[in-house]
């Protein structure tokens, strides 16, 4: 039998993406190396889009036992000088908190109970992919378990979520673009012994005699990272007499804390120059690495999920042609693009061993403090799409936000209570003016019209957040992808006929077969 789908690799991308496609209905089948997850966490945050993703693939509700509000994020220099401060919203842009500090086996662990729901996904454990040969239909894909047993799946699509050395990008013939910044950092994962509550949450501080991160890894749990500095071997830095050496001015050390993991990691800069071959695809880290100053990396690879779960899933079900997939690479490569540069920058300012260049950065981040003072804080900037599957239209490329509406006597937020999809978001005005051949096509990929207003089969907007997103946009209405970024917009219901017209074509575009 094909599978529809074969994920290689059940880390948290490769979970969020089988639930997405299995949810949709799709047969999809896991290739995971390992028998059991690995026990200690990579990430520690994930923003409020990602949360928006893990939502929509079912673990909304277990956010709060893995995660928690980060709270409030701090530099300070070596003499303890604010730099930088930033808090936290909680109730953000995407309707979840800004930043969530997270457990990442805790996380794992609730999106496998969710996988375990769903009869058409099937999860592999302890099967190492070894070979992958490509038809004219199909992916067939050879693993071995542990006694060396060889087995072999066949799928209509295959999509490599295996990691930093993803055998899927290297089957791919795929060569990586390296930004030429990396650094090495001690990495210590903390379980506390008893509760408590750390002023700021998040620290970071801009030492240029040892460049330090101190940061939250969800209830219970704490990080702290040490970079190697100039003249200090790898060696010196890993191991356990270096770590306690360097958690105790933290006040954490044996009597207070367990050292639940320490190693050295090379923080990278890199991402493919190509996400497709054919009918394999890459995501996560099989497709970009970037150090964690922005907090960006395994974020980053629940957008690629969110991205290609919905591409994919038009494209099995026969409602888009497979020039829908070149999207994928060219959205995603370009907002990776922008999220590396942003870490790398960021690890640039933080990473500064020089003490001149350290007082110079010091007094210009100052400077900027001051003259910032008393001005509001603005809301993190969510990176619009620049290219890729957008109309030539208003807004088109934005990130719609997540308000909370009222609908039937229930009010939540919009994703829960209108549901997901491709969704057409007019005024009442416009509703009435649309075709009959917009809302078919609509209907036909399980898409919607939601009409904002106070009347019947109407949704009440609840907080003004689509009003205030109508009017900054100059529209009526707006058409939204099923990864809440607008397709485009219009004030008339001709215009909003003509921006799903032009959809409908960008849809049905077809290619040559799937050789690229």
Request: with cysteine; proline share 5%.
């Amino acid at each position: 039998m094909t599978t529809d789908v074969l994920i290689v690799g059940y880390g948290p991308v490769g979970q969020v993406l089988a639930l997405l496609l299995a949810q949709r209905g799709h047969r999809v089948t896991v290739l995971e190396k390992w028998q059991r997850p690995f026990p200690m966490p990579r990430a520690v945050s994930f923003d409020g889009e990602s949360a928006r993703i893990l939502a929509a693939a079912g673990v909304g509700r277990e956010l709060g036992d893995a995660g928690e509000p980060s709270r409030d994020y701090i530099w300070r220099n070596a003499r303890g000088d604010v730099l930088l401060s930033v808090d936290v919203a909680e109730h953000g842009q995407c309707g979840w908190p800004d930043s969530t500090s997270m457990y990442q086996p805790g996380l794992e662990e609730a999106l496998a109970r969710r996988g375990a729901d769903h009869p058409s996904l099937t999860v592999l454990r302890g099967r190492e992919v070894v070979e992958i040969t490509e038809e004219s239909d199909a992916c067939v894909v050879t693993a071995a378990d542990r006694s060396g047993t060889h087995t072999i799946h066949r799928a209509r699509w295959l999509v490599g979520c295996d990691g930093a050395n993803s055998f899927v990008r290297s089957r791919m013939g795929v060569d990586e673009v390296d930004l030429g910044f990396s650094n090495d950092w001690l990495t210590c994962d903390v379980t506390l012994r008893e509760p408590r509550v750390f002023t700021p949450n998040n620290l970071q501080i801009c030492d240029p005699a040892r460049p330090t991160t101190a940061v939250s890894a969800g209830p219970g749990h704490r990080r702290w990272e040490f970079m190697r500095v100039p003249g200090e071997t790898v060696a010196e830095l890993d191991n356990r007499e270096a770590a306690w050496r360097l958690l105790a001015p933290f006040d954490i050390h044996p009597g207070n804390a367990v050292l639940a993991r320490h190693a050295v990691y090379t923080f990278q800069a890199r991402y493919a120059e190509r996400w497709r071959a054919g009918r394999m695809l890459i995501a996560g880290d099989a497709a970009h690495r970037m150090p964690p100053f922005a907090g960006q990396g395994m974020c980053s690879g629940f957008r690629d999920a969110a991205n290609l779960a919905w591409k994919l899933d038009l494209v099995l079900s026969g409602h888009a042609g497979d020039a829908l997939l070149d999207t994928y690479e060219v959205e995603r490569r370009a907002h990776v693009q922008h999220a590396i540069l942003m870490s790398v920058n960021l690890g640039r300012v933080i990473c500064q061993p020089d003490p001149a260049a350290a007082a110079d950065r010091d007094a210009a981040m100052l400077a900027n403090r001051r003259r910032m003072a008393g001005h509001p804080q603005d809301p993190p900037m969510y990176q619009p799409l620049t290219t890729g599957l957008r109309a030539d239209s208003r807004a088109a490329g934005w990130l719609v936000p997540q308000g909370r509406v009222t609908a039937g006597g229930v009010t939540g937020f919009f994703d829960d209570v209108v549901g997901r999809g491709l969704i057409l978001l007019v005024t009442p005005e416009v509703a009435a003016g649309l075709s009959g051949e917009t809302v078919a096509f609509l209907r036909a990929r399980d898409g919607q019209v939601v009409v904002l207003g106070e009347g019947s089969g109407q949704w009440a907007d609840t907080e003004g957040t689509y009003r205030r997103l109508l009017a900054r946009a100059g529209c009526r209405g707006l058409l939204v992808r099923p990864d809440h970024y607008v397709y485009g917009g219009g004030r008339t219901a001709a215009e909003l006929d003509g921006v799903v017209a032009e959809l409908r074509r960008s849809l049905t575009a077809r290619v040559s077969g799937v050789a690229r």
